[in-house]
Every structure is written in C-alpha cells, then in structure tokens.
C-alpha cells in the first residue's frame, strides 16, 4: 500500500490545500474490501486512474460506481469506499471555499448528489488528464499533470474576499470560534456571512463547525488508536463522552467504538487528514 500527502504548487496553494496519492492492490480471488471515509469539511476532486471503486453513503443505503473523475462537494455521512483490485485513487483537496473559486457554483448546489462526473463541470480535459495519468510513469509525473490542468484554470477562479481569508480560521480553531466573531473578521453582518458561507461552503456555518469537531475526533482516533474516546472528546472540545457519541450517531450512522473496531480489522489502511 502506498498513500502520501504532498504540497501543491505554490501557485495554486491560495485554493488547493493538498494533493494525496493513494495505491492499493488486491487479490481478485479474494473477497472484495473495503473501508469508510468520513464526512469532511473538505471539498476534493478525484481522480480513479485504474479500476473504478464503488462507494455507498450510510445515511441513504446509496450505492453507486464512481466515474474516473468526480467531484465531491459537501458530504454530511459517513461513505463506504469498496476499491477495485487495482486502485491508484488522486485526490485534490481544496482549500475552504476553494471549490467555488474553482468552478463559480455555489456549493449548496452540490448537495443533491454525492458526487458528479467530473466532466460535467470542468469539461472535456478531464478526459485528456485521466489518458495521461494512465501513461504517467510515476508518482511525481501524475502530481504534475494534476498540477498542469489546475494551473491553466487558475486564471479564471473567482476573486478572493475577506472571507476567504477567515474560512481557515475555522479549522484552526477546530469549529470552535462564534459565528459573530468570523463574521466580524469578514466585514460582514451575521446574515450576510452566513450566505456568502453557504455559497462557498455548501452549510450554514454552524453546521459546519460541528463537521469541522468530529473530523478532528475521527482523525485524532484514526491516528492515535491508544486514546480513549473521553481523551478524544476532551481534546475536541466535547463537553462530554455522550456529546462525541450524539455527533457519531448523526455523520457516522454508529457508535465510536464500531468504528474504532474497524480501525483495527481493516486491513486496508487509509488516513485521512483535515488540510494542513
């Protein structure tokens, strides 16, 4: 197995956060595997160079057969990813508000759907990334061509505000600011920051700060499998035990400890990681 997280382009770095690359190869007499993936306050383009993967979203029993590219927007449940026996996944992971620059949508719009082809929203060339990342030659090669189509859109991404440049503030602060406090640093009303968040977004900024906390949860167990859940809510900024469990019931559809179990069985490792 390999996955790394690599730094983008400094050119890009204002709305990409991070590339991740992710490679994992399968027995085909084996029985299929596969692994969840939380919901995370983080907008990503994907790229499947090899065999397609199936995903299905906990909260609607949704399954579907992902396109090569998709593009995920807002997601508020838990996904079970069931890889192909050849997978080679490219993610790109936007900065907050970063997707909306890219494509001029609002994010709420994205809500409908768990993903959409990624051809329906940045054209054809997708279709000229995908053939090159198939002949690419390594790692590095697939990073750059990445890099290559997202710097030739770059000069038509939508101008930065002020809250753009607060939208980070959130993660920093793990989703635990006040709402007025950002909106202040925005130099907007409370009412007009919570729409021009939901346009970046896709949820109202409430919402999202809860998404934001039990990312960090889930990481935190994820990367640290010998704490204990109260160690975890305590560091999250849970008033308790039971408030992390409520969260997990509602974007995870389980209780922590079903999904500190798979954590343990699954012999597919994926990390994620909430920007850096």
């Known amino acids: 197995m390999f996955q790394q997280f690599y730094e983008p382009h400094p050119a890009l770095k204002g709305f990409v956060n991070n590339i991740m690359i992710h490679e994992v190869n399968f027995d085909a007499a084996q029985p299929k595997l596969n692994f969840s993936v939380p919901p995370l306050p983080e907008h990503c383009l994907f790229f499947y160079v090899r065999d397609r993967s199936n995903a299905e979203d906990i909260a609607t029993n949704k399954k579907e057969t992902l396109s090569s590219s998709v593009i995920i927007g807002p997601h508020t449940s838990r996904h079970v990813i069931t890889p192909g026996c050849s997978h080679l996944m490219i993610k790109v992971g936007f900065q907050p508000g970063g997707l909306y620059r890219l494509l001029g949508i ?92 939901q346009q970046r977004i896709g949820l109202p900024p409430k919402h999202y700060s809860r998404l934001v906390r039990f990312s960090q949860a889930w990481i935190m167990k994820e990367q640290q499998p010998d704490i204990n859940w109260i160690n975890v809510a305590h560091k999250c900024g849970y008033f308790d035990q039971m408030h992390l ?5 509602e974007f995870a559809g389980v209780n922590p400890s079903s999904i500190e179990l798979e954590f343990l069985d699954s012999p597919v490792k994926f990390f994620n990681r909430l920007f850096s």
Do not use: W
Not at 146 to 169: C, M, N, Y
Not at 174 to 194: H, M, P, T, V, W
């Open 106 to 197: 609002p994010m709420k719009e994205l809500l409908c759907n768990d993903s959409f082809d990624s051809i329906d929203l940045l054209g054809n060339q997708i279709n000229e990334v995908n053939d090159r990342l198939k002949y690419a030659a390594s790692f590095t090669e697939m990073k750059t061509i990445v890099e290559t189509f997202l710097l030739k859109r770059s000069g038509k991404l939508k101008q930065v505000l002020p809250i753009d440049a607060v939208l980070p503030l959130l993660i920093k602060e793990r989703g635990l600011i006040k709402i007025d406090q950002l909106a202040s640093y925005a130099c907007l009303s409370i009412r007009q920051f919570e729409r021009v968040f």
């Open 245 to 249: 469990i409520r969260d997990f019931h």
